[in-house]
């Protein structure tokens, strides 16, 4: 960074081609823009061209006229999303939950990252680390499944064995929105733990022994070395994680909050977030106009919330900026 | 020096046993369900202990899945074919970024960049591909959404190519003539294998466990389910069960699947995980701290 065309000049390798006709210089490359123009076609097509379909929030989308005969129709789509409750609901729960993920996943992370590093036995370390990996792997489906396993009416083992043995009636977990905040960051974490700890786990590895070698010399017991040496070296990437969670705070796990609660509409108040709404409004409601503001609305203030936080990443520490 | 073993290692360790075991508790579950005679299922539910054993879930799926077969070829199909797209447009992509004389690099570094932090939504999105596209109901609309391209994983194979190959080699390469596709094809890939292989590892898994592709746009085309798609299917459609032939059935049976065959089915569709794991978890960890390490 910062080196200027001069210097550039002076460090030229001697051995490469140089060409003074700048048609030539492009034209040696073509061959790889062409080796990257499927790369370039598939962008535009995926992320590029839906990215101007935000206006589609602004039209009243109808399927005749499509996406360019469609009237405008300003805010009328944003009005309309933000007469109901349903926006304050969404929004809540979608940001709610997400703080208290990241609080869960920081506070347990760390926990299980530093005891896992503790562990003598190579062979136990290796066995711990793969257990809090494998439920990352599965999908959304899956763990849908093994929920129900529990939380079936007739068949789940808390109706038929759990509650029976503590003296209590069986529950209708489906129907019961009150529960499930507890149940999404108990399976939430589950399911997510493993990632933060791996990346914690690699980072205390990166640590150089020779800190704690010193600290142990001095006398300092186990905790002391943990308050002051495993900890301040955590604090990058415990910042840049948690900075970057907070500027996807507007985006929920669409799998989660879905196939979890198996869709059920009694649960919404508690478990609808803003891409249950939005999905819900396009597939299921057609709903386009609500569901389209509901998207634009996550997008936007999801795409302010990254500059942001980068920008406060980037004051704290330059090198963990994205960018 | 040999480090002393101190009440905090053993609490430590059981702390760690204890919790390792309540991670593997749901897999068990699942496993135990998918083996429980049915009819002690309907008495006591899905339990730890069964009342009576019964392999008739398996028997089932072997003899008359042909829905699920069906559904494992496809979802077998889109990983394999999905997987390589995948690799093969983000390896051409990041060798390109990795060209430190390429004219226009950091233009398109950006615009690769730029989708980890703005996207349109599922709206636009939806209706490019279904109304614009037309690709509902084909495999394609398995393949071609979301998961082609990844912008995290592109940007790591960029800086595992230009950290790991040597400007010489390619340098040296160019003086004896060689062209860039020839370059690309002869050194990058076979000096690039390990972060392919990670990459690859992501891709595929993503594509294994999707089912979201399959509810926006497979509506009538049933025999285009992945194996997901089918368990989210048996959840959400009940008319899908009853009026659908899950392969033919010997007299006596009911035609829906039983709970006790849902969570075969369910285990089924985690056996090559499982079976794979220590593979998986191996690159998976490794792509995850790359990952971490970028930032």
Redesign the interface.
């Known amino acids: 960074m910062g080196v200027s065309l001069k210097e550039k000049q002076r460090f030229h390798?001697a051995?490469?081609?140089t060409n003074s006709r700048p048609g030539a210089?492009?034209r040696k490359?073509i061959?790889?823009?062409l080796?990257?123009l499927?790369?370039?076609i598939?962008?535009i097509?995926?992320?590029?061209?839906?990215?101007?379909?935000?206006v589609?929030?602004f039209k009243q989308?109808n399927?005749r006229d499509?996406?360019f005969g469609s009237p405008w129709n300003g805010f009328s789509n944003f009005k309309y999303l933000f007469t109901t409750n349903d926006a304050f609901i969404i929004t809540r729960n979608t940001i709610l939950y997400n703080l208290a993920f990241i609080i869960i996943n920081i506070t347990l992370g760390i926990l299980?990252a530093i005891?896992?590093c503790?562990?003598?036995?190579k062979h136990?370390k290796k066995?711990?680390?793969?257990?809090?990996?494998?439920?990352?792997?599965?999908?959304?489906?899956?763990v849908?499944?093994?929920v129900?396993?529990?939380l079936?009416n007739?068949?789940?083992?808390m109706?038929?064995?759990v509650l029976p043995m503590l003296g209590r009636s069986p529950v209708a977990w489906y129907n019961t929105p009150e529960a499930w905040p507890f149940i999404i960051i108990l399976v939430n974490t589950?399911k997510g733990i493993g990632?933060g700890t791996?990346?914690y786990i690699?980072?205390i590895n990166g640590i150089d022994p020779t800190y704690y070698?010193a600290a142990r010399m001095d006398g300092a017991k186990?905790w002391q070395q943990i308050r002051h040496i495993t900890l301040p070296f955590l604090i990058p990437?415990v910042v840049?994680?948690t900075l970057l969670s907070v500027g996807r705070i507007m985006n929920a796990d669409?799998?989660l909050f879905y196939?979890v609660t198996?869709?059920s509409g009694m649960l919404y108040s508690t478990t609808n977030v803003i891409?249950t709404y939005?999905?819900r409004g396009?597939?299921v409601n057609a709903n386009?106009g609500r569901?389209?503001a509901a998207?634009?609305y996550?997008?936007l203030i999801?795409?302010f919330l990254?500059?942001l936080v980068n920008w406060l990443v980037r004051r704290f520490s330059n090198?963990?900026?994205?960018? | 020096m040999k480090k002393k073993l101190t009440p905090y290692h053993i609490f430590s360790v059981a702390f760690l046993m204890l919790f390792s075991i309540a991670v593997m508790v749901p897999f068990v579950l699942l496993f135990l369900s998918s083996l429980t005679e049915e009819h002690s299922l309907i008495r006591n539910g899905y339990s730890f202990f069964p009342e009576a054993f019964s392999l008739k879930s398996y028997e089932y799926i072997l003899a008359s899945g042909k829905k699920i077969f069906s559904s494992y070829l496809v979802t077998i199909a889109v990983t394999v074919i999905g997987t390589l797209l995948n690799l093969s447009l983000s390896a051409m992509y990041a060798f390109g970024l990795s060209l430190k004389k390429l004219p226009g690099r950091k233009l398109l570094t950006f615009f690769i960049f730029f989708t980890m932090l703005f996207n349109g939504g599922i709206v636009p999105s939806y209706i490019m591909w279904a109304s614009y596209l037309h690709i509902k109901d084909t495999l394609m609309a398995l393949i071609l959404p979301n998961f082609l391209m990844n912008a995290m994983n592109v940007l790591l194979i960029r800086t595992y190519f230009t950290g790991s190959i040597p400007e010489e080699m390619l340098e040296a390469a160019q003086i004896d003539g060689a062209s860039y596709p020839h370059i690309f094809a002869r050194i990058v890939l076979p000096l690039g294998k390990p972060i392919l292989v990670t990459m690859g590892t992501f891709a595929g898994l993503a594509y294994w466990n999707d089912w979201t592709n399959s509810i926006y746009y497979i509506s009538r085309r049933t025999d285009l389910y992945s194996i997901q798609a089918l368990l989210n299917v048996m959840i959400t459609n009940l008319q899908y069960l009853a009026n659908s032939d899950f392969g033919g059935l010997s007299t006596g049976e009911s035609a829906i699947p039983t709970a006790g065959i849902q969570m075969a089915i369910a285990f089924v569709a985690i056996l090559p995980i499982l079976v794979l794991f220590p593979f998986l978890q191996k690159y998976y960890s490794k792509g995850l701290m790359l990952g971490a390490v970028k930032g």
């Open positions: 390798r051995g490469t081609v210089h492009i490359f061959p790889v823009y080796m990257m499927p790369g370039i598939y962008l097509i995926n992320n590029y061209l839906p990215m101007s379909g935000i589609i929030a989308y399927v499509g996406f299980l005891l896992i503790d562990t003598m036995n136990l066995m711990f680390q793969s257990a809090i990996l494998l439920p990352f792997l599965m999908s959304w489906v899956i849908g499944y093994i129900y396993a529990f079936s007739e068949n789940g083992i109706n038929n064995s589950w990632y791996l990346i690699s980072t070698e186990r990437s840049t994680l669409f799998g196939q198996r869709n891409d939005v999905y396009l597939m386009l569901a389209s998207g634009a996550q997008s999801g795409f990254i500059i090198e963990h900026a994205l960018f």
